[in-house]
């Protein structure tokens, strides 16, 4: 059973920078490929990004030269590193891992996910 365990996240202000973090177990991790969505009250849970296997990072285009994802399989974690906030960032962050290496953007796609973390971004 694959587990993960999200942390970050927090209340800033516009412009500002967060770094969410997904630690995974229960499987190998480099087996993995990962991704990070978001869901904001009474929408839809969105893509944000995802990181391949070999590392490759792939972006929504609403978080693209904002946003970084990285993994270390070191410590069996993806990363998600949020820079020049917007209050339409708002939302719960999820990561997920899909064991086909797909790094896809649909949520079907995924099977495992984390908690959620929720990231408020003020004006």
């Known amino acids: 059973q694959v587990q993960l365990v999200q942390s970050g996240g927090g209340l800033v202000k516009a412009g500002s920078s967060l770094r969410l973090s997904c630690t995974v177990s229960?499987?190998?991790?480099?087996?993995?490929?990962m991704g990070w969505f978001r869901q904001a009250p009474g929408k839809e849970r969105e893509y944000v990004a995802s990181?391949?296997?070999?590392?490759?990072?792939y972006y929504a285009d609403s978080v693209k030269g904002r946003y970084t994802i990285s993994r270390d399989s070191a410590k069996n974690a993806v990363y998600l590193q949020l820079d020049s906030l917007k209050p339409e960032d708002t939302g719960v962050y999820f990561c997920?891992?899909?064991?086909?290496?797909?790094?896809?953007?649909?949520?079907?796609?995924?099977?495992?996910w984390g908690q959620g973390t929720q990231v408020n971004v003020s004006p």
């Open positions: 229960g499987r190998s991790f480099s087996n993995l490929s």
């Open positions: 997920a891992a899909d064991q086909l290496n797909r790094a896809g953007e649909q949520p079907g796609q995924y099977y495992y």
């Open positions: 990181i391949s296997r070999d590392s490759t990072p």
